[in-house]
């Protein structure tokens, strides 16, 4: 298995949110926005953010974004992380949240976030795995104010 992870482009938006559409499917709660997810909105958050695709034998089959808080801009929220679903179980999201985190201390960022939706605690595991720690003071920028609130965690990239 041939596996890449690139950094996404403006030319990658309309993918982004077919990948984002498809791999929130039937595993992501129907009144997420993700599902929703247009080529318009990927392509603010890749010109305000950044994004990774994420490539198997040249086939995309995941992505990621990440956005920095309008208040801090050296702490990124990492949003819309998926892989399809044909492409789970063999921890291939590890190699997305891996190039944000390594990107992030490339661009000498203070933090990293993440939300964790109410209905996917058994992310907060994995989430702990890569130096994750759950934040219960923090808000999710982007959060749903028609679901439960998110679980916010951070890691710092300043050690």
């Not at 080529?39 to 086939?59: C, K, N, P, S, Y």
């Not at 944000?100 to 994995?126: C, N, S």
């Not at 795995?129 to 003071?137: D, N």
Request: proline share 4%; glycine share 6%.
């Amino acid at each position: 298995m041939n596996l890449v992870v690139r950094e996404a482009t403006k030319d990658d938006a309309r993918l982004i949110a077919e990948l984002t559409r498809a791999a929130w499917a039937g595993k992501v709660s129907v009144t997420s926005s993700g599902h929703r997810e247009t080529a318009v909105i990927v392509a603010e958050h890749l010109r305000d953010g950044g994004g990774f695709v994420l490539e198997v034998d040249d086939q995309p089959v995941g992505s990621v974004r990440w956005l920095p808080l309008d208040a801090e801009q050296d702490v990124w929220e990492v949003c819309r992380m998926g892989v399809l679903p044909q492409y789970r179980g063999s921890n291939l999201s590890q190699h997305l949240l891996e190039a944000v985190i390594h990107h992030g201390l490339a661009a000498g960022v203070e933090e990293v976030r993440l939300a964790v939706r109410a209905d996917q605690p058994k992310l907060i595991d994995f989430y702990t795995a890569y130096e994750f720690e759950l934040a219960e003071e923090l808000e999710y920028s982007h959060a749903n104010p028609l679901e439960p609130a998110p679980l916010v965690m951070r890691r710092s990239l300043r050690h």
